[in-house]
């Protein structure tokens, strides 16, 4: 009972997500504003019409051509004076204008079903972009690209299908079943009806049931991707804890689900296509029969039977056409819902509908009485009060937990906070645009993440619009440009993924010299150091510093000695300022700040 209910409920789920994304579809097909594509549309749509006018004609040709080769020749005088040969030729002229009628139809449609594909594929990748932190730290990046390939993919092919396979067919039929009930008799037309409306509920029906097992298919496919790129990313834990045959097995035991899934859907698939043929060929024996019966007392002649047997192969080609398509908008249906579903993902951080740029003239930074948590169940600020005059240098330190990094991520935007507010120059975060905050405001990560590209691109992706020289010059006060102009290939050598080819000290160097390329008059430096060795550290320290010369700046640090001659040093715990003041003032008020420095002293002279 509980899996009846289940199938009823995933019916309806299912029926309800295809008119959906028909409705969101149909825009692409008649958008507004854009003339062109709807003179397309209705120039595809004149040649479908003729080319249906066309084949519905041609059996006629057939038929005389038929009675004039067995004596049995019609009265119409235009067949008289053709004659066979010149019905055949006929019949062959009017073969050749279905199929040029019908390829015209694709080449007029296809770039209104291109230009679909490509404004939904962007509009899907800008979406994704425009997504919260929140969503991308739960999000699977395997399945993620799934969802969108099959998505985009189903786009063209629906539209195609929709304006070209359930309206023609449906009118090529009625015109059929019309010549069949008027140049014979009812019965033909009742043959031919039952064995449309048999096969259409056969198709429909055993078609609904497939979808099923072609979205556990797609589950388990996107399942499989996803934990195949995942195993890639992480190659070297892999390695590291040689989980080479366990993460075969993870890998094998998804593919296992998809295989199952996957031998439904062909033994489905057989079922569906042997049930089709069962019932197409009771209606065309059926209707052969009568016209067989029909030539036997001489109320038809032997062009009626062949004519009679043309109809309905006529017939059986959209039925089976109709068959296949209306499987693969089905399944088309279930990818695309997935992606509009991605699409219907609100955004958790948007502008507002005033929002201005951000004016920056100083780059003074201030929290006053910020409050936030990623769970609202679990806060991790908790009145946090902050102020960066205009070229500080602050530095906010305390351990693990403690809500250093995420004051980085509430300044550049990727949450709101929940309490309190965050301004630059007196202007609230949330007040300006994203885009002119980010403009402002330069980020060096703990992991400076690489594109798979040269090392040029990277660096210019800091100013879209830099010039050589700019960049070389980024890479000069970065300290990297000798180590590139040694490298065989220069400025174009290639990073590997995520930047894997490049020591994590010539990466983070990568990363400054692409933040000096932007000239960002707030600078954020988030662990930028502690993922290196202490020479290299000490090395890229100096470069940060002075890259900080003449900007804000707001260091989250984990190794104290880095942050020494800092302006200010915060002191987080817990989620609350505990201390703050220079280092020599936090030493002698031996507090927490003089616990955590002695303390790593002490590990330092120990590891020496």
């Not at 509920?201 to 609904?208: I, L, S």
Request: proline letters at 2%; glycine letters at 8%; aromatic letters at 8%.
């Amino acid at each position: 009972m509980v899996t009846e209910v289940s199938d009823a409920r995933m019916q309806q789920d299912l029926r309800k997500d295809g008119f959906n994304v028909v409705r969101k579809v149909i825009p692409y097909l008649w958008p507004d504003g854009e003339a062109w594509v709807k003179r397309r549309v209705v120039f595809a749509l004149a040649f479908l019409i003729i080319s249906k006018l066309v084949a519905v004609g041609t059996p006629v040709l057939y038929k005389g051509a038929v009675d004039a080769l067995s004596g049995d020749a019609s009265d119409a005088g235009w067949m008289l004076a053709l004659g066979a040969v010149g019905l055949t030729v006929a019949y062959g002229g009017a073969r050749v204008m279905n199929i040029g009628f019908q390829q015209l139809r694709d080449v007029v449609f296809a770039l209104v079903g291109q230009r679909a594909l490509r404004m939904l594929a962007l509009e899907t990748f800008t979406h994704i972009h425009r997504l919260s932190m929140r969503y991308h730290i739960t999000r699977k990046t395997g399945g993620l690209s799934r969802i969108v390939e099959r998505g985009v993919k189903g786009v063209e092919f629906l539209l195609r299908f929709l304006l070209f396979s359930i309206g023609p067919l449906i009118l090529e039929l009625l015109m059929i079943a019309v010549i069949l009930a008027f140049v014979f008799n009812i019965w033909y037309l009742v043959v031919v009806f039952a064995t449309i409306a048999l096969y259409t509920w056969f198709t429909f029906a055993v078609t609904e049931w497939r979808v099923k097992i072609r979205k556990q298919m797609n589950d388990q496919d996107t399942d499989a991707n996803q934990k195949a790129i995942d195993s890639l990313l992480n190659f070297e834990t892999v390695k590291y804890f040689g989980a080479e045959k366990r993460e075969a097995a993870r890998y094998d035991g998804a593919m296992e689900g998809y295989v199952a899934a996957a031998l439904k859907t062909s033994y489905s698939l057989a079922f569906l296509n042997f049930g089709q043929a069962v019932l197409i060929t009771a209606g065309l024996v059926t209707v052969m029969v009568l016209a067989a019966l029909g030539v036997q007392d001489g109320s038809l002649t032997v062009g009626d039977f062949v004519l009679v047997n043309a109809y309905m192969i006529q017939i059986t080609m959209p039925l089976n056409f109709l068959g296949t398509v209306y499987r693969e908008i089905r399944q088309a249906l279930v990818d695309m819902a997935e992606m509009f579903n991605l699409l219907e993902q609100p955004a958790e951080v948007n502008d507002k509908p005033d929002a201005k740029p951000l004016q920056v003239t100083d780059g003074a930074v201030r929290l006053d009485d910020v409050h936030f948590g990623y769970d609202a169940a679990r806060p991790i600020l908790k009145g946090v009060s902050l102020e960066v005059q205009a070229g500080q240098t602050v530095a906010i330190v305390g351990p693990s937990g403690s809500g250093k990094s995420t004051i980085g991520r509430l300044l550049f935007r990727f949450y709101d906070v929940n309490g309190g507010s965050l301004s630059i120059d007196g202007q609230d975060v949330r007040d300006v645009t994203q885009e002119s905050l980010h403009d402002a405001i330069g980020v060096v990560p703990q992991d400076t993440v690489l594109f798979n590209d040269t090392i040029l691109y990277n660096i210019a992706y800091g100013k879209a619009d830099a010039t050589r020289a700019e960049i070389e010059g980024a890479a000069k006060a970065a300290k990297i440009h000798d180590f590139i102009m040694d490298l065989p290939e220069g400025y174009d050598t290639a990073v590997g993924e995520r930047g894997l080819k490049l020591s994590g000290g010539e990466k983070q160097r990568v990363g400054i010299a692409r933040t000096l390329l932007k000239n960002p008059p707030i600078l954020l430096l988030d662990e930028a150091t502690s993922a290196l060795d202490t020479e290299t550290e000490a090395d890229i320290q100096k470069s940060l510093q002075e890259m900080a010369q003449g900007r804000t700046t707001l260091t989250i640090a984990h190794r104290l000695s880095t942050i020494a001659d800092a302006d200010m040093i915060v002191v987080l715990e817990n989620g609350v300022v505990v201390e703050q003041g220079t280092h020599d003032d936090l030493l002698t008020r031996d507090g927490r700040y003089a616990s955590l420095w002695y303390r790593q002293q002490a590990e330092d002279a120990e590891a020496a």
